[in-house]
RNA sequence: GGCCCCAUCGUCUAGAGGCCUAGGACACCGCCCUCUCACGGCGGCAGCGCGGGUUCGAAUCCCGCUGGGGUCACCA
């Protein structure tokens, strides 16, 4: 059977929606049993990865294993994305006791989820390095954070974070913090945090608590909370997970070229451990001020459970400076003190941070806190697959959306589809769609390419789907902006006419100004496209002619009279077919070889403009 | 380079060992509608990176390879 015909076995069922799949091969509950809704499953945050896991299998004594683990292992804790299947033998109703997994491998790679097993003897076990206290997921209570640095345009994943950030937080009722980590003074820009405020605002990715709203673990720039971190690096000094490192740059620089020279791995050599600063002075390459590093220990954590991944693997860390010689903490202690002191239970950020992970449970342990949930979002990338970034892509920039006439609801769906799918399907959704149903086990590990071209579909749908006194509204400052509109009750009554013109024929707001030009343009600033001009109007005096004559005859001025004139004029008159008929009449009216209908563009224009055009055009 | 993450049409994705002859969407191509351009309708092109293994059966589980990415700062 020709490959054709079976793809075309699935049609038999139209489509009667435009949000209809048309052929799934199973209904939607059938492929994915769970609702993520009637529990909070995925809450569990912060439970010490290995314990669990042993926990889980350990009525059948398996060695646990991370991802990766030798083939035929059943002591799988769970299916990442398939929760259900897991749940089945769970024995939650059932006095019999069950097998995590009665019959699957484990390992998918994708996230072993957490929390899903029931088996596991004590709830909130923690590993050594974990105080005890109750699971802040027990109270139902999330609390998620998003954490830009103002140091430029907003980012486009910033909006990206945001998004599923809150659909988590407002799927289970918590609250979405924004804070500003502005602890790089060398890269800060005054102006960014308020484009911040701004495009997430417009995107409608409303945040609880932040700098400009305030909340109760105020203040939301890190830079008001210096005094804030002080204590907690003497607390990490005095217990000698800490210490003090008089290096100067140009040592630190000297002695990572020498390592890659030697092909080693890179990292501090540790010149000023257990050193006071005299001691280290005589050695050379030292500074008046110090900066505080972290004493990594050789038994560092190095695995931790992701919401979206499962067992996790990251690289041994470097002693990390958390103090900077100006007294401002580095983005890793910084963002564990907050993230602690605002109650941050989920940790939702970009893959590249998985690699500093380690830091921050060390921080956490140290401290003797309790971890957060991980979430690490796939990075969002270029074209050509690397990280997406302001010099390759102009879509990396958020404002660039919004100079381009990208609908807010299109941006927001487009990145919604990035990395993750809707259990239903659906494509076209809104954000209350998304958080309805969102499911961490659903996003994906791959890194979407940020090609534009569905997002322009997106825009055209949504475009479409507009009220127009809505659009309307929306184009003049588009129009304004290239000096067409002038806001004057003609103009306005001219654009609340166009507007159903031009509906179907923009993917993005900007458009209009094309679209729109030849009826907001002046008569002295009119003229016909060269191309156009060449191609319909040379020889088509007559045509031009015996329309103009025919529409100046009319006493009434609509859209019928108007086609009925050029109709009995051109096409009976003359014999032309409508499509030759109306082409130099287009281009005399409209100054273009494409417009918006043209007897309904004729009518909007007005008798004395066309007739106006046409004689000109004739001569 | 070390370490880590990842791998289904060009792109975004569905897929949880048999429902797969791998489905959808965007893009692209063709036809229809049609005054141009769109919209809309119909159809088409196009993919499981490679090699082993486990299994009666692998896109799916395991290993290796290859490839891509991230990270190795007193940036975040």
Same mark, same amino acid.
């Given at each position: 059977?020709? %490959?054709?015909a079976? =793809?075309?076995?699935?049609r038999?069922d139209p489509?009667v929606?435009l949000?209809q799949?048309?052929?799934?091969?199973?209904?939607p509950?059938?492929?994915?049993?769970?609702?993520p809704?009637q529990e909070p499953?995925? /809450?569990?945050?912060?439970r010490?990865?290995?314990?669990?896991?042993? &926990?889980c299998?350990?009525r059948r004594g398996?060695?646990?294993?991370r991802?990766?683990?030798?083939p035929g292992?059943?002591d799988l804790?769970?299916h990442?994305?398939?929760p259900?299947h +897991?749940r089945?033998?769970?024995?939650?109703h059932?006095?019999?006791?069950?097998?995590? +997994?009665?019959h699957?491998y484990p390992?998918r790679r994708r996230a072993a989820r957490?929390g899903?097993c029931r088996?596991?003897?004590?709830?909130?076990?923690?590993s050594a390095h974990?105080p005890?206290?109750?699971?802040r997921?027990?109270t139902?209570?999330?609390?998620?954070?998003v954490?830009?640095?103002p140091t430029?345009?907003?980012?486009?994943?910033?909006?990206?974070?945001s998004l599923?950030?809150?659909?988590f937080?407002?799927?289970q009722?918590g609250q979405?913090v924004l804070r /500003?980590e502005?602890t790089?003074r060398?890269?800060f820009?005054?102006?960014?945090?308020?484009?911040?405020y701004d495009t997430? &605002?417009?995107l409608?990715?409303?945040?609880?608590?932040?700098?400009?709203i305030?909340g109760p673990? &105020?203040p939301y =720039?890190q830079?008001?909370r210096?005094?804030?971190?002080r204590?907690f690096v003497?607390?990490?000094?005095?217990s000698? +997970?800490a210490y003090?490192?008089?290096?100067?740059?140009?040592?630190l620089t000297?002695?990572?070229?020498?390592?890659?020279k %030697?092909?080693?791995p890179?990292?501090?050599?540790?010149l000023c451990v257990g050193?006071?600063y005299e001691?280290?002075?005589?050695?050379?390459g030292?500074q008046a001020t110090p900066v505080?590093?972290m004493?990594?220990?050789d038994d560092?954590?190095? +695995?931790?459970?992701d919401l979206?991944r499962?067992e996790?693997?990251?690289?041994?860390p470097?002693?990390?400076?958390i103090?900077k010689g100006?007294?401002?903490?580095?983005?890793?202690l910084?963002?564990?003190v907050d993230?602690h002191?605002m109650?941050?239970?989920?940790?939702?950020r970009?893959?590249?941070?998985?690699?500093?992970?380690?830091k921050h449970?060390l921080l956490f342990?140290?401290?003797?806190w309790?971890?957060?949930?991980f979430a690490?979002?796939p990075?969002?990338?270029?074209v050509?697959?690397?990280?997406?970034?302001?010099?390759?892509?102009?879509a990396a920039r958020l404002?660039?959306?919004?100079?381009?006439?990208?609908l807010?609801? !299109?941006?927001l769906n487009?990145l919604?589809?990035l990395?993750y799918?809707?259990?239903?399907g659906?494509e076209?959704?809104t954000? !209350?769609? $998304?958080s309805?149903s969102?499911?961490?086990?659903?996003?994906?590990?791959v890194?979407p390419?940020?090609?534009l071209d569905?997002?322009?579909w997106l825009n055209?749908?949504y475009i479409?789907?507009?009220?127009a006194?809505?659009l309307?509204?929306?184009?003049v400052?588009?129009l304004?902006a290239?000096?067409?509109y002038?806001?004057?009750?003609e103009?306005?009554?001219?654009?609340a006419? !166009?507007v159903p013109l031009?509906?179907?024929?923009?993917a993005?707001l900007?458009?209009?100004?094309?679209?729109?030009?030849?009826?907001f343009?002046?008569?002295e600033?009119?003229?016909v496209?060269p191309?156009?001009?060449?191609k319909?109007?040379?020889?088509?005096?007559? /045509?031009?002619t015996?329309?103009?004559?025919?529409l100046? &005859?009319?006493?009434?001025?609509t /859209?019928?009279?108007v086609?009925g004139?050029m109709?009995?004029?051109l096409?009976e008159?003359l014999?032309l077919?409508?499509?030759?008929?109306?082409a130099p009449?287009?281009a005399?009216?409209?100054?273009?070889?494409?417009?918006p209908?043209?007897?309904e563009? $004729?009518?909007l224009l007005?008798?004395d403009?066309?007739?106006?055009?046409?004689? !000109?055009?004739?001569?």
């Open positions: 059977m020709p %490959r054709g079976a =793809r075309a076995r699935p038999r489509r929606h949000r799949r048309r052929d799934r091969t199973r209904p509950e059938a492929r994915r049993p769970v609702d809704r499953r995925l /809450v569990l945050p912060d010490p990865v290995g314990r669990d896991r042993a &926990a299998s350990g398996a060695v646990r294993r991802r990766r683990g030798p292992r059943e804790v769970s990442p994305r398939h259900r +897991h089945v033998g769970d024995g939650l059932d006095a019999a006791p069950r097998r995590c +997994h009665p699957r390992g957490r899903q088996h596991r003897p004590h709830r909130g076990h923690r974990q005890r206290g109750r699971s997921m027990s139902g209570n999330v609390r998620l954070r954490a830009p640095s430029g345009d907003p980012h486009v994943g910033t909006a990206y974070m599923f950030n809150l659909a937080v407002r799927q009722g979405f /500003v502005d790089d060398a890269r820009d005054p102006t960014s945090e308020q484009q911040v997430l &605002a417009w409608g990715l409303q945040w609880d608590e932040g700098p400009d305030g673990y &105020a =720039r830079s008001e210096l005094d804030t971190y204590p003497d607390q990490l000094l005095a000698g +997970h003090h490192c008089w290096c100067t740059p140009d040592r000297e002695m990572r070229e020498d390592q890659q %030697r092909k080693v890179t990292g501090y050599d540790r050193k006071s001691q280290r002075v005589e050695l050379g030292a505080v590093r004493l990594i220990p560092a954590p190095l +695995h931790f459970t979206i499962g996790v693997n990251a690289p041994r470097d002693d990390q400076v103090l100006d007294g401002f903490p580095t983005y890793h910084a963002v564990v993230d002191l109650g941050i239970t989920h940790v939702v970009g893959e590249e941070w998985i690699s500093s992970t380690p449970l342990d140290w401290l003797g309790e971890r957060p949930a690490h979002m990075l969002l990338r270029n050509d697959k690397s990280k997406i970034s302001k010099r390759k892509n102009p404002t660039w959306f919004q100079e381009q006439g990208y807010p609801e !299109a941006l487009f919604g589809l990395g799918s809707l259990p239903s659906e076209v959704f954000f !209350a769609d $998304m309805a969102f499911d961490w086990t659903r996003v994906n590990t890194g390419v940020f090609d569905k997002l322009g055209g749908h479409r789907e507009l009220p006194p809505s309307q509204s929306q184009l400052p588009f304004t290239a000096g067409l002038d806001g004057s009750p103009h306005e009554a001219l654009l006419g !166009a031009i509906q179907t024929r923009m993005l900007s458009e209009c100004v094309d679209l729109l030009r030849c009826f343009v002046s008569d600033s009119f003229e496209d191309a156009a001009r060449e319909s109007l040379v020889a088509a005096g007559p /045509v031009l015996a329309c103009a004559d025919a100046s &005859a009319l006493s009434t001025w /859209v019928e009279s086609q004139a109709d009995a004029a096409i008159g014999g077919k409508r499509g030759k008929a109306y009449v287009r005399a009216v409209c100054g273009s070889m494409i417009s209908p043209l007897p563009s $004729m009518a007005g008798k403009r066309v007739l106006t055009r046409l004689r !000109a055009a004739a001569v």
